[in-house]
């Protein structure tokens, strides 16, 4: 599925650079800038009007987002994006606009990765609290200690 | 002459509801800014049920895993369970044997009863009518959990599934007391049906309460009774046939408006339909092994996955990383109900102050998957 998808996008944008990832379920490498036009590309013309699941990793070399995209209405799918993100600086743009379901899922990236979306409407974090210290899904946070929350952060 | 001002200055105020409110079935918070009754605006906190789920999973080898997942809906253990167990299956290319897949099919068809039950009972709770069927519901789910129970050890923390099969075959005595489970299901839902479903006061509580059109359904990443109360038809056991769905032949229950009623409707149906799937089931079911031998330490190979499945609640998913050790680099579950959660605020606006417990009940949340 993803293959025809990609040469499609290929056509589509000839100035981008999209990569196609053969793999157990294969993936298509977008940059962060091309994400938004690639994104509502697939959701307006190839009728991808539904994003599943959005999923931040933490590689040893680079922040990766990863986006699941099915079809409701053709029921096709899956199409799988991935957004690679720096370790110094991660930021990708927000899907929100296209898709308003991504609203949680993206909060919940950067709540616990620590991954910032562009144009998040409301971009906080969603499990832990205001005030928390670190993203506990990064590889290099201490799996021993405990942080306390204060009364402020209850009201 | 002066005009003498004579109307009332008013303004909104703000409730917090949660996290301690026995509508949210758990600990779920939510900040509702009204005006006079009428909601304008709500967010959902959550959160307080956090506990690293997902950072354990990393720690955890693949096989560990799975009495964790038991413990994301503590209603669903099996759907859990299968879901984990088929993404690791497709991550190392474990092939299930032939019984395996028929004793996994009846075991997450009778936890889509189990879990339309409570969760109707639930929602006629949260309207005030309270315990009536959620204790008739409740009768009929311990004779399914004592089934659990023959199978697994275990009545809700079930950890029954293992990679390529099934912990232990079905014991003796399990089919004659399945079959008279699913022969007393039907009259059991008709008299559930006769209470509720032209009850006046379920009419006036659900009917065009939390409308949910077909598009914004789609937008806002809704799956399960949801979405197909809004009309959509997508059922990931169709659209995907994952495991051996292609083999039984079953409908997917619609509603036609997307309020509460409709969702109710579709999880009423929903349970006539698991009936039939398990009908099919225990007829088809073969003899043979359930499981197939593995090496006793599991390394997968390089590579990524996510595999889903229709969960009672939705579309459960797990998404995977393995880097070839005994452990998962990244193990990420996708909850259904963590995400038609964002939906929850535009299914309220406008709406009453006590209608709000009415559509989260339709929602269907468990906080152990909301917050994981």
Redesign the interface.
């Known amino acids: 599925m993803s293959r025809e998808v990609y040469e499609r996008l290929v056509e589509e944008f000839p100035e981008t650079s999209l990569e196609y990832l053969e793999?157990?379920?294969p993936a298509i490498s977008v940059k962060a800038d091309d994400l938004f036009e690639v994104a509502r590309h697939l959701k307006e013309k190839q009728g991808y009007?539904?994003?599943?699941?959005v999923?931040g990793?933490?590689y040893p070399d680079r922040f990766e987002v990863?986006y699941?995209l099915y079809s409701?209405?053709e029921?096709k799918g899956?199409v799988?994006l991935k957004v690679h993100a720096s370790k110094e600086d991660p930021e990708v743009p927000s899907l929100v606009p296209l898709?308003?379901?991504?609203?949680?899922?993206e909060r919940?990236v950067y709540d616990?990765i620590g991954i910032r979306f562009a144009g998040h409407p409301d971009l906080k974090?969603?499990?832990?609290?205001e005030g928390y210290e670190g993203h506990?899904?990064r590889k290099d946070?201490p799996?021993e200690g405990y942080q306390t929350i204060g009364q402020e952060e209850l009201s | 002459m002066q005009r003498v001002e004579t109307r009332l200055r008013t303004e909104t105020i703000t409730v917090n509801m949660g996290p301690q409110h026995p509508s949210t079935h758990g600990v779920f918070r939510m900040i509702v800014t009204l005006d006079g009754e009428t909601i304008v605006d709500l967010e959902p906190v959550m959160g307080y049920l956090h506990r690293c789920h997902e950072k354990i999973g990393e720690r955890n080898t693949y096989l560990q895993n799975i009495p964790y997942t038991d413990r994301l809906d503590y209603i669903c253990s099996m759907s859990n369970n299968l879901a984990y167990v088929m993404a690791v299956e497709k991550l190392g290319g474990i092939e299930v044997p032939e019984r395996a897949e028929y004793i996994r099919i009846i075991m997450v068809e009778l936890t889509r009863i189990v879990n339309h039950m409570v969760a109707i009972g639930a929602l006629l709770n949260d309207l005030g009518c309270f315990f009536t069927p959620m204790l008739y519901g409740l009768r009929e789910r311990e004779r399914i959990l004592d089934l659990f129970e023959m199978a697994s050890g275990s009545r809700m923390m079930c950890n029954y599934m293992r990679f390529g099969g099934v912990r232990y075959d079905l014991p003796p005595g399990f089919t004659p007391e399945l079959k008279s489970v699913v022969a007393a299901l039907p009259t059991f839902i008709d008299e559930f049906e006769r209470l509720l479903t032209e009850n006046e006061i379920v009419l006036a509580r659900c009917q065009n309460v939390g409308i949910l059109p077909p598009d914004m359904a789609i937008a806002y990443s809704c799956t399960g009774p949801l979405l197909r109360g809004s009309g959509v038809n997508y059922d990931i056991r169709k659209v995907d046939s994952y495991s051996i769905y292609d083999r039984f032949d079953f409908d997917v229950p619609l509603g036609t408006n997307g309020d509460v009623y409709d969702r109710y409707l579709v999880r009423i149906g929903e349970m006539r339909q698991s009936v039939r799937i398990l009908e099919q089931a225990i007829e088809q079911i073969p003899e043979g092994e359930v499981s197939v031998k593995l090496p006793r330490v599991f390394k997968p190979p390089e590579g990524d996955v996510y595999h889903r499945i229709e969960s009672p609640k939705g579309e459960l998913g797990f998404y995977l990383v393995s880097d070839g050790s005994t452990n998962p680099y990244r193990y990420k579950v996708r909850s259904p109900t963590f995400i038609n959660l964002t939906v929850l605020p535009e299914l309220c606006k406008g709406h009453k102050v006590a209608d709000v417990v009415a559509i989260l009940g339709s929602i269907d949340i468990v906080l152990g998957e909301v917050d994981r």
Do not use: C, I
Not at chain 1, 99 to 105: K, S
């Open positions: 793999e157990k379920d009007d539904y994003l599943s699941a999923t990793v933490d990863v699941h409701m209405r029921k899956v799988v898709w308003p379901g991504a609203n949680f899922q919940e616990l974090r969603v499990l832990l609290w506990p899904l946070f799996t």
